[in-house]
T-cell receptor
Framework: GENVEQHPSTLSVQEGDSAVIKCTYS??????FPWYKQELGKGPQLIID?????GEKKDQRIAVTLNKTAKHFSLHITETQPEDSAVYFC??????????????FGKGTLLTVNP | NAGVTQTPKFRILKIGQSMTLQCAQD?????MYWYRQDPGMGLKLIYY???????DKGEVPNGYNVSRSTTEDFPLRLELAAPSQTSVYFC?????????????FGEGSWLTVV
């Protein structure tokens, strides 16, 4: 089955700096890669996603890049703010039979933005 | 739109007790999921459903049961609670499957088994 590795597990940056979180996946057939943000005491919330036919996607201060050959994708947050502090999860969607796809999550990255 | 609603938010169970975590969504989504989240371990899929009357096992189904009698509701039942089931449980839903469709999560249910 699919295996998603996420690094680093913790990341501390100064406000205004950039943050980068990296994930690798094992199933070359995976075709959809979402990123979720989980604030303390809340459920995960989708912040950005990318499909396998696209190399990069941006949404204001966040961007995701995908390298299908190397099977890795990354989340980039620029001009970080204290409200960006949260746990971030990457995920990869792989085919699991019939008409079903399975979403496999990384173990998460705790991002702390220091004022 | 309330989205995905889970109850209870917190619960303490004794070993061997049973309980049901309730989940409801008001987005008319076909797919519903139950995940558990353990510290440093990400999210693991317990069970999922592709529509009313259809359920299937995820990665970690042992010790749990589900049912999907309506599109809106997807309760998770723990029959004989064990300490290993201490975790945070998230219910989620999506319109179609997880390939390219946003999964919406509930706020979570914190369960402690003592």
């Amino acid at each position: 089955g699919e295996n998603v590795e996420q690094h680093p597990s913790t990341l501390s940056v100064q406000e205004g700096d950039s943050a980068v979180i990296k994930c690798t996946y094992s199933d070359s057939a995976s075709n959809y890669f979402p990123w979720y943000k989980q604030e303390l005491g809340k459920g995960p919330q989708l912040i950005i996603d990318i499909r396998s036919n696209v190399g990069e996607k941006k949404d204001q201060r966040i961007a995701v890049t995908l390298n299908k050959t190397a099977k890795h994708f990354s989340l980039h947050i620029t001009e970080t703010q204290p409200e960006d502090s949260a746990v971030y999860f990457c995920a990869a969607s792989s085919y699991s039979g019939g008409s079903n796809y399975k979403l496999t999550f990384g173990k998460g990255t705790l991002l702390t933005v220091n004022p | 739109n309330a989205g995905v609603t889970q109850t209870p938010k917190f619960r303490i169970l004794k070993i061997g007790q049973s309980m049901t975590l309730q989940c409801a969504q008001d987005m008319n989504h076909n797919y519903m999921y139950w995940y558990r989240q353990d510290p440093g371990m990400g999210l693991k899929l317990i069970y999922y459903s592709v529509g009313a009357g259809i359920t299937d096992k995820g990665e970690v189904p042992n010790g749990y049961n589900v049912s999907r009698s309506t599109t809106e509701d997807f309760p998770l039942r723990l029959e004989l609670a064990a300490p290993s089931q201490t975790s945070v449980y998230f219910c989620a839903s999506s319109y179609l499957g997880s390939s390219g469709n946003t999964i919406y999560f509930g706020e979570g249910s914190w369960l402690t088994v003592v």
